[in-house]
C-alpha cells in the first residue's frame, strides 16, 4: 500500500509558490500529493513535475478549482457533453505535462448538480458513452482516469461502489479505475468491507478521512472492516489523506466543512498516516497467523 497526502491539507491554492509543500509532505512519509486543477488556477507544471521528481513523490490530480457547470459529461444537453469532453481533455494534457499518474475525481457528471428526477434510460450510456472517449485521450496521453462516487448531497449519478462498477462496465475502456471517499461512503453504504470488495478489481485509491472529515481514526468510519477488505484482496494502491485545512481563513468554510477539524496540517498528516500504518500492519499480521 502507498501513501499519499492532498496539497488541500497545506494550501488552499496550487502555485508555483506551493512547492515547499512538496518537501514537507515527503517528510512526513507521504509517497504521493494530489494537487488541484482548474480554470482559475495558473501554475507552471514543469516547476512542479521536477520538484517532485527530485524527491521521488508520485503526482495526481483532480478538479478543485473553476470548473464550468456546462461542462458535464452526463448533461442532457449533447452540446454541453461535449463542452465537458473538451474541458477534461485539455485537464489530462495539463496532468501529462505535470507527470501525474492520474486524473481523479467524480469526472462523470459534475460535483454539486443533483438531479432530483427519476433518470433517464440514457443518462448512464451516454455518461459512459463520453468517459469511453476520455479514457482513450487519456491512455495515449500516459494518464489514467480515476471516477470517484460521492454522496447523494454532491451527485445524483454515481453514490456507490456498485454504481460505479455497472458505469465502468457501460465504458468499457481499461483506462477507467475507481477511488473510494471513506466520507462519502457515510452517507452511502452500511457495510465499508462490501463495498471495498465491489470496487477491488477496479480500485486505484482511497481517499481516507473520517466521517467528519477529521483525522481517521476516533470517528464513524469502520476501519478495520477497509483494511481487512483491502488485505484480502490484496489491495497495494494508494491511501491518500483528504481534508481542507481550516486554518486558512474561510478555506473550509467554503467547502462546507463548519467545524476545525484540521487546524494543523503537519499534525493531520502525522496522526493520519500513523493510523493507516498501523491498521495495515495489524490487518498484514492478521492475514498471516
Known sequence: MKYGVHSYIFTERWSDDSLHVLDTIRELGGSLVEVPVGDDLAYAPALTRRRAEALSLELSIGPGGVWPVECDLSADDAADRRLGLAWHKRQVDFAAELGAVAYCGA???????VK???????ELPRTAEMLHLLAEHARRRGVLIVLEPMSHFRTHLINTSEQAMQLLALADHENLMLL???????TEVRDYAAAMRCALPRLWGIHACENDRGVPGGGLVPWDDVFSAL????FDG???LETYNSSLGDF?????????VCPDGPAFVRRGLQFLEEQAARHADAGRR
Not at 473510494?180 to 457515510?186: A, I, P, S
Not at 473550509?252 to 476545525?260: S, Y
Request: glycine fraction near 14%; charge should be positive.
Open 107 to 113: 469526472l462523470y457528471g459534475h460535483p454539486g448538480v
Open 116 to 122: 432530483r428526477r427519476l433518470p433517464p434510460p440514457d
Open 180 to 186: 473510494l471517499d471513506t466520507y462519502h461512503l457515510v
Open 231 to 234: 488485505g484480502a484482496g490484496g
Open 238 to 240: 494508494y491511501m491518500v
Open 252 to 260: 473550509a468554510w467554503r467547502h462546507v466543512m463548519f467545524h476545525n
